[in-house]
């Protein structure tokens, strides 16, 4: 299982992003999928995440929340963040994560996470 992010980029304050998750290996469909950032300096912290098709709940940390939306599309076996009114301190590397197991609620955790991509880079900035 291999996951990939992309669609980052530099970005004004108040613009917008989507970025997405690509699985290869398996299908997104029973899996629930979280997005995670790590700004220069700090400690990885939780941003998003979605449970598996069935569950149909998300999460979002305080920060993100009413700017931030987490989806999937199960055809492209793909999951998304859509990332509005962009602030500089969302300036972070974004990566996604999968769980090992399947049908599994959204998770704030990022110990319970198996299956991480390799980041994409988000840069606000005027």
């Known amino acids: 299982v291999q996951l990939q992010a992309s669609g980052g980029g530099l970005v004004q304050p108040g613009g917008s992003l989507r970025l997405s998750c690509a699985s290869s290996?398996?299908?997104?469909?029973?899996?629930?999928a979280g997005w995670f950032r790590q700004a220069p300096g700090k400690e990885r912290t939780f941003v998003a995440a979605?449970?598996?098709?069935?569950?149909?709940?998300?999460y979002y940390a305080d920060s993100v929340q009413g700017r931030f939306t987490v989806s999937r599309d199960n055809t492209e076996n793909m999951v998304y963040l859509q990332v509005n009114n962009c602030q500089p301190e969302d300036t972070a590397v974004y990566y996604c994560?999968?769980?090992?197991?399947?049908?599994?609620?959204?998770?704030?955790?990022?110990?319970?996470?198996?299956?991480w991509g390799r980041g994409t880079q988000v840069t606000v900035s005027s």
């Open positions: 994560a999968s769980p090992h197991n399947p049908y599994t609620s959204a998770q704030r955790v990022e110990a319970l996470y198996y299956y």
């Open positions: 290996g398996r299908s997104f469909r029973n899996y629930s």
């Open positions: 979605i449970s598996w098709s069935g569950g149909r709940r998300t």
